[in-house]
Nanobody, 125 residues
Framework: QTQLVESGGDLVQPGGSLTLSCAASDINLDLYMVGWFRQAPGKEREGVSAISRRGSSTIYADSVKGRFTIWRDTAKNLVYLQMNSLKPGDTAVYLC??????????????????WGQGNQVTVSS
């Protein structure tokens, strides 16, 4: 069964930066829409960002717009999420997800059918 693997999560101070990576073992991520989601304790899963097949389009939640950047490295079969100016409110488990569906409902978790296990990001002084 195809699974995604996230990496790069860490403890970082407010105002700091992190870059998360999403890798796939047996699919070409360039052929999938890929999204990043986060889930904090006691809160619903929130769509953070998504990138279309082949990377021609991107979308961001209002809460991260201007601070986070998503992009693909096709040669490495990776999707990254660069997170700058991190705030304590960004603390969550971050998950990447993929789907064969086209550019639609990009930040809706129900759109995606392949998920990673998640990686903890903690923003605290």
């Amino acid at each position: 069964q195809t699974q995604l693997v996230e990496s790069g999560g860490d403890l970082v101070q407010p105002g700091g930066s992190l870059t998360l990576s999403c890798a796939a073992s047996d699919i070409n991520l360039d052929l999938y829409m890929v999204g990043w989601f986060r889930q904090a304790p006691g809160k619903e899963r929130e769509g953070v960002s998504a990138i279309s097949r082949r990377g021609s389009s991107t979308i961001y939640a209002d809460s991260v717009k201007g601070r986070f950047t998503i992009w693909r490295d096709t040669a490495k079969n990776l999707v990254y999420l660069q997170m700058n100016s991190l705030k304590p409110g960004d603390t969550a488990v971050y998950l990447c997800a993929a789907t064969h569906y086209g550019w639609s409902s990009e930040l809706d978790a129900a759109t995606y059918d392949i998920w990673g296990q998640g990686n903890q990001v903690t923003v605290s002084s």
